[in-house]
């Protein structure tokens, strides 16, 4: 039974409930209404000329070849980073969790680029592998490595993702961490005695066990790289070369910051947030399903 | 305790607040950092030491994209800088903007403050005029785009230290260099100002429709042209033979030169200041190569850099103090102190004449060569300069089909004709948003 606490006053509930509220209506209710009216406008930069022009704003958008590739290059982008994140913090929680000396050492060191800000982290990552003066440069020009991610999109889309995955894997880190320690040693010992290895007792008992924590770093993992690399991406290759790293979010900004295109970037952002609103449905509502609890 | 801090605080807002009452205050937003900066900060300081009235406070507000993005938020929250420094690509955008910028002819006759256009470089006062001749904007910060090398790097390859003249003679330099183990031959900055826009000027040849955009919104891009696309193209042959080191949109390419990366460079006039510091002499400077076939090549090169718009929106008071500012901007030792100190070039004539009488550049030789590049010959309707609405994209999208020709993505044609039909859909987006 679930236990109910009810208010006998009318209007407390409401007061206690009224800051988050706001707070929650000034800084995303009005500002996504302003989007959505923005995006069926046509205004010159300074304002002074407003024209309603229904959905021309969207009509350019999904007539430009350039839109649909920053879908692809964001689909690329968030899934690697999402990928490698979780692939390698796990590994490392794995090892720190069998550590036996040490292990504070360990972990406070790969806990540590957390507290890294995503700009500082770019600009770190920006640095050494600056096309003419970076070490990690000298070092693969060395190994007959042509590196020069000003020109080549493959490249600057690596590097973006190094640095992204690199600022993630700590927090990642920090949950399969925890959730590793939260299984029952009884169970794996069990596994043991059956005669089952420690590969086999990683596959059939840690990760069903871990699936949730998974699961939920999946869905932060995959907000992370869709919107809290712009720090990493304007660091370090703002979006270029030709647009090779030029995720959604980031052409939102250039578009309506750089460009003071402000209904074409209005009209991204209403696109947006459809994509973000369906994503998060469709992730609760059916993946999760499948999940081990 | 509580009562100590309180006093504290209203004696230290006392100490703010009593200057700021006796003066006038301006505002002035610019985008010029490092050693720019402080000689930015010294024109402000020169002029509050010179009249007490006014005090023009300088403010870096980040790159010219950034500054000119926080002066529009600043314009529609209704409380703009007076003087905002734009880079030359804004200028279409800023003066489109009616309502929110004061041409500058305006500003000065209201506040009755002598100022003549023809006091100005041709090549100066066109591209910040409308086609009556009205200055718009007051231009500041001037350069253009230089051919530089770097002699040692000749002589060491066992070449006669000469800078080549044409792209045929520089083709065979840098081969020659590159056999001499010379990694990094040549490399350029900024590839749409140098090998579009200026490249356009110095061959005489078309940007755009309606005189480059001068004559109206409704222009579009001619850069798709035989002599573009096969100097473009030459350009992708010269990064796959390793001849031309691609570095950056943007000035990139002046740390590769003035780090002795490379060899030969065309960047900004303007990277001088950064040449005089780190005190490398043994450069030479020269004009942009040509293409010796082109019939009237070269012409003269256009500017680039920057020009102070006046922002609507403040006291009339306060615009009297913005003219007198300019003025002072405008005197010829104030001008010249600019160009020497910096590399810009002297935008008026009076102040050309200054430098020259006062034999700065026989001590320096070079430093004239940005001027007489400009001034070659009488600008034509492809030399004047250039105003396409939201250049700012445009420009990018120029720069990203050169990028594609660069990495072998694309033929030059191709990204010509894509450029073109890219940039044209940001003009009619431009003509219909300002009708």
Redesign the interface.
Known sequence: MEKRVTFRSAWLPYALLAPQLAITVVFFFWPAGQAVWYSFQLQDPFGLSTQFVWFDNFIALFRDPHYYASFRTTAIFSFSVAALSICISLLLAVMADRVVRFALVYKTILIWPYAVAAAVAGVLWSFMFAPSIGIVTFVLKAMGVDWNWILKGDQAMLLVVIASVWKQIPHNFLFFLAGLQSIPKSLIEAAAIDGAGPARRFWSIVVPLLSPTTFFLLVVDLVYAFFETFGVIDATTMGGPAQATQILVYKVYHDGVKSADIGGSSAQSVILMIIVIALTAIQFRFIERKVHY | MRIKILAATVAVAAAFAAPAQAQTEIQWWHSMGGALGEAVNGLASKFNESQKEYKVTAIYKGQY?ESM?AA?AA??AKNPPHILQVFEVGTA?MM?????IIPISKVMADAKESFDPKDYLPTVTGYYSDLKGNMLSFPFNSSTALFYIDRNKFKAAGLPPVPPKTWKELIATAEKLKAAGQDCVYTSGWPSWVHIENFSAWHNVPIGTKQNGMGGFDTEFKINSPLHVRHVGMLGDMVKKGLFT????TN?AD??FQ?G?CAMATISAGALAGAIKAGKTDWELSFLPYHDDVKGAPQNSIIGGASLWVMAGRKPVEYKGVAKFLSFLSKPEIQMGWHTSTGYVPITKAAYELTRSSGFYDKNPGRDTAVKQLTLHTPTENSKGLRFG?F??GR?VIE??M??V??G?KDAQTAMNDAVKRGNEILR?FQ????
């Open positions: 994209p993005t529009i314009y529609r955008t489109a903007a009616k309502g929110a691609y570095a950056g949109r990139q740390s590769k780090s990366e939201n700012v994209q990018e990203e089909e990028e594609a660069f990495a993505k987006k219909a948003a300002n009708k």
